[in-house]
Nanobody, 115 residues
Framework: QLQLMESGGGLVQAGGSLRLSCEAS????????MGWYRQAPGKERELVAV???????RYADSVKGRFNISRHKIKSAVYLQMDSLVPEDTGVYYC?????????WGKGTLVTVSS
């Protein structure tokens, strides 16, 4: 059974950086599509960034130029480097893996950006 575990969230001042990590376990294959979503207080969950096998990436307009998604070359692990953080980036960040059209989710890691 595929399981996802996130880490790296925390409290940071505006302008600072955080690096989120997510590793998949319980599988013997590389997940084609992995990514990060976030849910801000009072808001719906939204796509932040995705990466597929081969390294192609997509980003939400709000994080372009500030965030960078990457993945381990062998393992089904994905990372999100977040720079120039602003208070609007605050929320719970969820790791996502899409396998044969089915989404799998981590439990989330909280990111809080203070002004």
């Amino acid at each position: 059974q595929l399981q996802l575990m996130e880490s790296g969230g925390g409290l940071v001042q505006a302008g600072g950086s955080l690096r989120l990590s997510c590793e998949a376990s319980g599988i013997n294959f590389s997940v084609n599509r992995m990514g990060w979503y976030r849910q801000a207080p009072g808001k719906e969950r939204e796509l932040v960034a995705v990466i597929i096998l081969g390294g192609h990436t997509r980003y939400a307009d709000s994080v372009k130029g500030r965030f960078n998604i990457s993945r381990h070359k062998i393992k089904s692990a994905v990372y999100l480097q977040m720079d120039s953080l602003v208070p609007e980036d605050t929320g719970v960040y969820y790791c996502n893996a899409r396998v044969y059209g089915t989404d799998h989710w981590g439990k989330g890691t909280l990111v809080t950006v203070s002004s």
